[in-house]
């Protein structure tokens, strides 16, 4: 199943924003899913990041234990400035 990404909740962003903080590089993140046997490059991470690909469900799983976080912290909304 395919998540939508909205204008409030950017799941793209937030993948971005936990990586980075987390110091793994695009390559490094689509490697630690392809051990667990999820099908990603990392043209579709980056497509997936900057909002124009939807994301699967199993990805999204898969994002969540490579990144060690949850998935509160995946679909944080954005905040209103």
Same mark, same amino acid.
């Not at 579709?44 to 939807?54: A, M, N, P, T, Y």
């Not at 490579?66 to 912290?73: G, I, K, Q």
């Given at each position: 199943?395919?998540?939508?990404?909205?204008?409030?909740?950017?799941?793209?962003?937030?993948?971005? $924003?936990?990586? #980075?903080? /987390?110091?793994?590089?695009?390559?490094?993140?689509?490697?630690?899913? !392809? @051990?667990? =046997? %999820?099908?990603?490059? $990392?043209?579709? #991470?980056? /497509?997936?990041?900057?909002?124009?690909?939807?994301?699967?469900?199993? !990805? @999204?799983? =898969? %994002?969540?234990?490579?990144?060690?976080?949850?998935?509160?912290?995946?679909?944080?909304?954005?905040?209103?400035?």
């Amino acid at each position: 199943m395919k998540i939508k990404q909205t204008t409030t909740i950017l799941i793209g962003q937030n993948i971005r $924003r936990i990586r #980075l903080s /987390k110091g793994i590089g695009q390559t490094e993140l689509v490697r630690l899913l !392809q @051990l667990q =046997g %999820i099908d990603m490059t $990392r043209e579709s #991470l980056v /497509k997936i990041e900057r909002g124009i690909q939807h994301i699967y469900t199993s !990805q @999204l799983k =898969g %994002i969540r234990d490579a990144l060690e976080t949850t998935y509160d912290e995946l679909l944080k909304e954005t905040e209103e400035i």
